[in-house]
């Protein structure tokens, strides 16, 4: 079968299988869990701009913006309850992760992709109605639920689900709803706010009732993974189903190895204190590391508040709006590339230039907001060519986050992990993937009105320090099957010191060190 990617580093396994129909559907439909994320992110930016939202809910911000248009542009947005209105979401998906664990490890994937769908539509509903702050926390808290719920599961589904060969690509199927999540909700945005009588924002809020919808339904009619069904005892209807999704009957020598990832998973009692051991380094790292750099390349303030840092830089409500819509376009289309890329040029490539097209693009952002803004954020009349050229880098620096970070921030911890803590770390991941989300969108619109245009000089930092641990510390994971991935450590320059052979008796053939140390970029 002619592979999307080579197979890279090999561990001397080439299971056999096809891309099969059922698979690529599958997938697909398991992959718009991102949609309620992504959405979410886009609406939650947008709605803040909305004027009579703001009326409504937040009339200090509201007064505070139209009192004097002269004022401080860094500040005008300043309100720690209209953050909070944004964050909450991500505070209550750090706390839903944990406890999806459980659920995921137990119950199976598709189980808790219901829950997700369930409780976002729950959340979404009660902010469509909001008549006080009070519903709009409460609706956003229930939404955060659901968003920990689905991003738990969903990567892990797919990551199982896949052939390997295609394993990247069809992961990053769920990072592409993500950013399609985010493109309609800013397009929807962008009309709602049209509508007279300055109701828009309820049907901004209340529309997240349909990407819910989606994942529920989906969740209903998916079948389980083979690893899930083996985890829980259902053997021979795994294999069975193995069968069916790779479309071959030889598929022996993968549901052996699935069984024994299995069996090994079984003894570990408790998965959560197993992470703390010397041999799962390397993973822990990986589990904090990665969701926590994906946080700080900055990616989210200009998601989140694309709309209000545009109007901030001197753009009207509706342009703002429209320049969120164009970052949100770009966001999707990145991603495109990011798939078609993933599994022929690797994830470290992908990682490292990604990482120098965001530090660029960051320097010179700065580098115009602070030439006109300056420190008093007073920009007087900004010209048109001036307003551009902002748009234009943060759409590059959009477009070198959406073919690197943001995806691979999923794909990779969610196939490195070994079965018996994969539930474990992938909640880790999660967890604290929502935990930096929810500090950086909490004190963002704080440090823009205290740091200025050196807040993107901040991120600008993290990018560089990031790019330096993958290009020492990630080995390269294309190509490799899900159960032997293992493997990849043992031959790691850094992390060989903390597994040896015994750990991994699945998979015993020493691969190749081309890919894993930090002079193969």
């Not at 829980?232 to 009957?249: F, Y």
């Not at 840092?309 to 342009?319: M, P, R, V, W, Y």
Request: hydrophobic residues 50%.
């Amino acid at each position: 079968m002619p592979a999307v990617g080579g197979i890279g580093p090999g561990t001397g396994k080439e299971y056999p299988g096809n891309l099969t129909l059922y698979v690529l559907v599958t997938c697909i439909v398991a992959a718009m869990g991102g949609l309620i994320f992504g959405y979410d992110i886009g609406i939650s930016g947008g709605v803040t701009t909305m004027t009579p939202f703001l009326q409504k809910f937040f009339p200090s911000v509201w007064r505070k913006k139209e009192a004097d248009k002269t004022k401080n542009q860094y500040c005008q947005y300043d309100s720690q309850t209209l953050t909070m209105f944004t964050s909450s979401l991500y505070l209550a998906a750090l706390l839903a992760s944990l406890v999806a664990s459980t659920v995921t490890r137990k119950l199976g994937r598709k189980l808790s992709m219901l829950f997700g769908g369930l409780l976002f539509f729950s959340g979404a509903l009660i902010n469509g109605f909001a008549k006080a702050v009070w519903m709009l926390i409460v609706g956003r808290i229930l939404l955060g639920f659901g968003v920990g719920f689905a991003n738990q599961s969903v990567p892990l589904y797919l990551s199982e689900m896949a052939p390997y060969r295609y394993r990247g690509a069809l992961n990053i199927g769920f990072q592409l709803s993500i950013t399609v999540g985010i493109l309609i909700a800013n397009v929807l945005n962008y009309f709602f706010n049209k509508i007279e009588g300055g109701w828009g924002w309820r049907l901004s809020l209340g529309g997240a009732m349909v990407p819910a919808l989606i994942i529920t339904v989906g969740s209903l009619i998916l079948p389980d993974t083979p690893n899930s069904m083996i985890e829980r005892g259902q053997t021979e209807e795994a294999k069975a189903k193995l069968k069916r999704i790779r479309g071959v009957d030889d598929v022996d020598e993968e549901f052996r190895d699935l069984v024994a990832a299995s069996d090994a998973s079984k003894l570990v009692e408790h998965p959560w204190g197993n992470l703390l051991q010397r041999k799962y380094r390397p993973h822990l790292t990986m589990a904090i590391l990665i969701p926590f750099f994906q946080q700080l390349t900055g990616i989210n303030v200009i998601m989140f508040y694309a709309p209000v840092l545009f109007n901030t830089i001197g753009f009207k409500d509706d342009a703002a709006l429209m320049s969120a819509v164009i970052t949100g376009a770009v966001n999707v289309g990145a991603t495109l590339v990011s798939i078609y890329g993933v599994d022929k040029w690797g994830r470290r490539f992908l990682f490292l230039e990604g990482g120098v097209q965001m530090l660029i693009c960051q320097a010179v952002v700065a580098a115009c907001i602070g030439a006109r803004f300056g420190t008093n954020g007073d920009p007087g009349d900004l010209p048109k060519w001036y307003a551009v050229v902002v748009v234009l880098f943060i759409c590059i620096y959009v477009a070198g986050f959406a073919w690197s970070w943001g995806p691979l921030g999923w794909l990779v911890p969610s196939e490195i992990f070994p079965l018996e803590i994969r539930s474990a770390a992938q909640s880790i991941n999660v967890s604290v993937n929502m935990l930096f989300t929810f500090a950086v969108a909490q004190v963002f619109l704080t440090m823009l009105c205290h740091l200025k245009f050196g807040l993107f000089l901040f991120f600008a930092f993290f990018v560089l320090i990031m790019s330096i641990f993958v290009y020492f510390f990630l080995p390269e994971t294309k190509g490799i099957p899900i159960e032997e991935m293992n493997q990849v450590w043992k031959t790691h320059w850094y992390w060989s010191r903390f597994v040896e052979d015994l750990d991994y008796p699945n998979g015993g053939m020493e691969m190749s060190k081309g890919g894993q140390g930090p002079k193969n970029v």
